[in-house]
């Protein structure tokens, strides 16, 4: 339920409608802006009668929600989040961010030269994994606090953001540490204690979609998050599974529009994992800015032949490049351009 109070509620009125409803066992999260006080029930709102709250003379309306998040919620936070990283905005209505680089952090000479390309090529954020999430556990599993240090050094050399993924709480104190935006990946969006805990922090979140999970079940997880009181929360969509075999998932770019019109967070789409085909990459990346998408994470390497992991679906600089001169031009028809 979203309690809408004018301007002019004095905070005595405010706060004892609230606190009566507080004594009815409901959570109660507000949102301050200039014409309105916002505020958002958590709980059994069917004890709720609206009609008595809306007997108040300082009460603007009162809406049930039937969706089950609340803090995520466009009509508890009309107005877009825009997360803000080294000055860089991800979300709004103006810039879309590309932020490229390898699957794998390989070492440190590797992370640093595909960093400049990256930057060369009007990139404006780096990623790069150090803990890897394999499928198979004989597989490369990532450099870990090497890869991360690897990624210190890129960002010192060119000033690129880190965007890394977490896979478990015992190294959230070394990524609060080193790491720009904590990447949460598509196996642990419904790991509950994970995001409990990065929701702790005031860490940017980058909430990958889970494999098979509704929109729904998604923003539920971007809640879990933002109820702990992190509400940097950035949505990337990289492909579900289906019973498609010419795709390694399939991209549902019909998310874009969905999570604008449900939630107020922004929302990046990533390309590489979804098509698992660097073909496939560049005219996914340019449909996906057209839908408005706030950005994209795309994988990039030097030599993706040989790639210790992901190279079929990396692009090589001079393509990376390639893919932002056309995006620049479909994101100026749209009214946004590359940041």
């Not at 059994?44 to 929600?65: F, G, L």
């Not at 595909?114 to 060369?120: D, G, L, S, T």
């Not at 790639?307 to 932002?324: M, N, R, V």
Request: net charge neutral.
């Amino acid at each position: 339920m979203i309690i809408t109070m004018k301007k002019t509620a004095p905070k005595a009125e405010i706060d004892a409608v609230m606190g009566r409803l507080a004594a009815k066992g409901l959570q109660i999260h507000s949102s301050i802006g200039e014409n309105y006080n916002v505020f958002g029930l958590v709980g059994d709102t069917s004890i709720i009668d609206p009609k008595q709250i809306e007997a108040n003379p300082y009460v603007e309306s009162v809406v049930r929600v039937g969706a089950p998040y609340k803090k995520a919620n466009r009509l508890f936070h009309p107005e877009d989040t825009i997360v803000e990283v080294d000055g860089i905005k991800i979300g709004g209505k103006e810039n879309i961010v590309v932020i490229g680089g390898p699957c794998s952090v390989e070492g440190e000479a590797s992370i640093c030269q595909i960093a400049q390309a990256v930057k060369e090529s009007g990139g404006c954020m780096l990623r790069g994994g150090a803990y890897k999430p394999r499928t198979s556990p004989y597989a490369f599993q990532g450099l870990g606090k090497k890869g991360i240090l690897a990624l210190k050094k890129a960002k010192a050399q060119t000033g690129l953001p880190i965007v890394t993924e977490l896979m478990s709480a015992d190294k959230l104190d070394e990524f609060v540490e080193n790491v720009d935006i904590i990447q949460i990946g598509a196996r642990n969006m419904q790991n509950f204690d994970l995001l409990k805990a990065v929701g702790k922090t005031t860490k940017p979140v980058l909430l990958k979609r889970g494999l098979a999970n509704t929109i729904e079940e998604w923003i539920m997880a971007a809640e879990y998050i933002m109820s702990e009181g992190n509400d940097q929360v950035i949505f990337c969509e990289r492909g579900i599974r289906t019973f498609e075999p010419y795709t390694r998932n399939t991209l549902d770019l019909s998310v874009i529009p969905i999570i604008k019109e449900k939630t107020h967070l922004p929302i990046i789409i990533d390309p590489s994992h979804a098509t698992g085909d660097w073909k496939l990459v560049e005219s996914m990346s340019l449909a996906a800015i057209a839908a408005g998408a706030d950005g994209l994470i795309i994988e990039v390497h030097e030599n993706p032949q040989c790639a210790w992991s992901d190279g079929a679906q990396s692009l090589k600089p001079h393509k990376f490049t390639e893919l932002i001169q056309k995006g620049r031009t479909i994101a100026q028809v749209i009214g946004r351009d590359i940041a």
